[in-house]
Each structure stands twice: as structure tokens, then as C-alpha cells.
């Protein structure tokens, strides 16, 4: 999107193929070939899987979870039921009708930027742990504690440099993660609560512990994790939609062992999920353009409140917040944004 004084370049992809990395890696080669057209294109090779051959340490679960895995898929093969483009479609159109995906985008001056790493710096904590925190902080004082399993919090990682086989530049979903119980504790001060974070999140930043739920998910029938989507909304799709029959009665089918997975998986969402890209250490010129901010957004879920996306790019930080107005409206989350962004030093 171009005008006289200020272009934009928009990349959608969806996540089943790409990590965020992988957008920033994108955007900076476009530029790379918007400041020289004639740049000589340089072919990528092959690139690694990311699969547990190139993991680099073993996770293969004990006998026991083996054996409930085993057992699930085999009840799973005994009612399998397979989504077609049509259901898809069905259940893409039922989400839409219900839910209103919104955004709220933060951007940083670069003196601000430079503020926060400094005191996160003096702090002894990470930037990822500032934001986490903060937002913990800020929902705690506008509603109240994270209930029951949403007090969990995802922290998605990077893993390109974490494989056997190096990942390099190339774009894939080279991405895993790992979550925790932790609440805001109210009596202790801010910077407090975030080295407790920061400690937290080094503590399982251990490969074991990063690769555990993506070995985990590559044991289970794909046919049977493909239905998830259909058994937490199928109860939206309408009864004038084609293929409602078949989707509303599989959703309602409490003894399916798919919709059994998913019930225990709702009930482990997390409340908050930050991806922080870092910072990115990309030229700031490319021929007669310069890059003023990366914008980076996420996805939204029903079920997880809080969704946020973050990259610093050009001495500037930037996040959304990442939303639906049915879980959240947005006169309350913009209230949780100005906490956390009081919280951060930034008023």
C-alpha cells in the first residue's frame, strides 16, 4: 500500500506454515529487493524439518503417557469422523458470524524504547518478561485474577537455534513452547513480580521442557487433532448451513474421545500469551526507502483473553493486543493497555 509520503507492506500467513520469525525474515528481504531491483536472487537450500529426528535431545514421553496416547487414537479410529473443505467452510463462516476480531496497536518512540530496555536492564529482567508482567499487572487491577486454568501463561519460543540440522533464515514453523501458573502478587512491587517472571521463565527454558508439547502433539492421529476446531465450534454453525448435521452432531457427542481431548484442552488455556519477536537487528535503509516500525500481529481465540505480538525494529517497539470483542470488549482493554503501559513507565 503505497502513497506519496508513507508505504506499507502487508504479509498474511498462516501459522500451520510459518512462525512470526519468519514474517520479519519476509518483510526485510522485500525490502532488501524493493532498494535494488537488480540484487542477484540467492536460492535457499533444502530446509531442515522440525521434527524430533532434529530435535536435540530425546522426548520421547514415559510408558505411561505412551500408552494413553495409544489408547486415545485407537478409540479415535473406532468413531473417526473426517472434515472436508466444505465443513471447513461451514465452520469458517459460523466463526466469523460470531465473534469480531479486534486490534490494538502500540507503538513506541524511540526514546521510549530506549527507556524501557534501560530500566529493564538496571532490573536485571527481559523485555518479554516487562510485557508479561505488566499485563499480568494491569488485568489483576481491571478485573481481577486470571480463574482456574486461564492463570496459566504460553510462552511461545524460537527454536531455529535450538535444532541438530541449522534452521538458518528459512521460512517455516520453527517455533515450540512451553506454560505456567503464575498470578500478579498485588503485595509486592512491579519490578519485584517481574524478576519473579524472569525467573520462572529461565527456569524452564530447557530444551526438555521446550520441545515437550510439540513431541508431544506429533504422537497423537492428525485426523483426530484436526477436530478440535469442529468440537469447541461446532455448536456456532447455524441450521440453514449445509453441512450443519454433521458438524453440530459431532460437536454434541459428549462420548467421543475428540471431543473429551478438547474439553481437558479448554481447560488448560492460558490467560495470556505473549510472542516476542526481540529485537531485530535489520538495516534501517534500503535505497531511497527507510523503515520507520515492523507491526506484528497474532491471531485471536475465544478462549484465551489476552494475545499479544511484539518485535522491535529501528530502535522502536512495537505490540498489539490481540482480540475478540465477545471475550473482552474494548473499552475495557483499552483500560488494561494504559495500566500496563504505566506499569512499563510509559505514560
Not at 101 to 117: A, N, P, Q
Not at 161 to 187: D, H, M, T, W
Not at 194 to 220: P, Q, S, T, Y
Not at 228 to 244: A, D, E, I, M, T
Request: aromatic share 10%; net charge positive; glycine share 4%.
Amino acid at each position: 500500500m503505497q502513497s506519496s509520503e508513507i508505504s506499507e507492506i502487508i504479509i498474511t500467513c498462516h501459522h500451520i506454515i510459518c512462525d512470526g520469525t519468519s514474517l520479519a525474515i519476509l518483510a526485510r528481504d522485500l525490502l532488501l529487493y524493493l532498494g535494488d531491483p537488480d540484487r542477484e536472487v540467492q536460492d535457499m537450500p533444502e530446509p531442515p524439518l522440525a521434527t524430533p529426528e532434529n530435535f536435540p535431545t530425546d522426548t520421547t514421553p514415559g510408558k505411561m503417557i505412551m500408552a494413553a496416547i495409544n489408547k486415545m487414537n485407537k478409540m479415535w479410529q473406532k468413531n473417526k469422523v473426517i472434515f472436508d473443505d466444505e465443513d471447513v467452510d461451514n465452520l469458517f463462516r459460523a466463526y466469523w458470524n460470531n465473534f469480531n476480531f479486534k486490534v490494538i496497536s502500540v507503538e513506541l518512540t524511540k526514546e521510549e524504547t530506549s527507556s524501557l530496555f534501560e530500566t529493564c536492564r538496571q532490573h536485571k529482567v527481559s523485555i518479554n518478561s516487562a510485557l508479561n508482567t505488566a499485563f499480568l499487572a494491569a488485568r489483576y487491577d481491571i478485573r481481577g485474577h486470571f480463574k482456574g486454568g486461564r492463570r496459566n501463561i504460553l510462552i511461545p519460543v524460537n527454536t531455529r537455534k535450538r535444532y541438530i540440522k541449522p534452521v538458518g533464515e528459512n521460512f517455516g514453523l520453527y517455533a515450540a513452547g512451553f506454560q505456567f501458573e503464575l498470578s500478579y502478587n498485588p503485595k509486592k512491587d512491579f519490578w519485584e513480580n517481574a524478576k519473579i517472571f524472569n525467573e520462572k521463565v529461565r527456569e524452564k527454558l530447557k530444551i526438555n521442557k521446550v520441545f515437550k508439547m510439540v513431541a508431544l502433539m506429533g504422537l497423537i492421529d492428525k485426523s483426530l487433532s484436526e477436530t478440535q476446531s469442529f468440537s469447541f465450534l461446532g455448536k456456532f454453525v447455524p441450521p440453514n448451513f449445509s453441512r450443519y448435521e454433521k458438524i453440530h452432531s459431532f460437536s454434541m457427542d459428549k462420548k467421543n474421545i475428540a471431543n473429551k481431548m478438547t474439553r481437558k484442552k479448554i481447560d488448560k488455556v492460558p490467560g495470556l500469551a505473549i510472542t516476542n519477536l526481540g529485537l531485530l537487528d535489520y538495516p534501517s535503509k534500503y535505497g531511497p526507502l527507510e523503515l520507520d516500525r515492523f507491526i506484528f500481529c497474532t491471531s485471536a481465540s475465544p478462549l484465551m483473553e489476552l494475545v499479544i505480538s511484539a518485535v522491535t525494529v529501528s530502535e522502536r517497539l512495537t505490540f498489539t493486543i490481540n482480540y475478540l470483542e465477545e471475550t473482552t470488549d474494548t473499552v475495557t482493554m483499552e483500560k488494561i493497555k494504559n495500566k500496563a503501559l504505566e506499569y512499563l513507565g510509559i505514560v
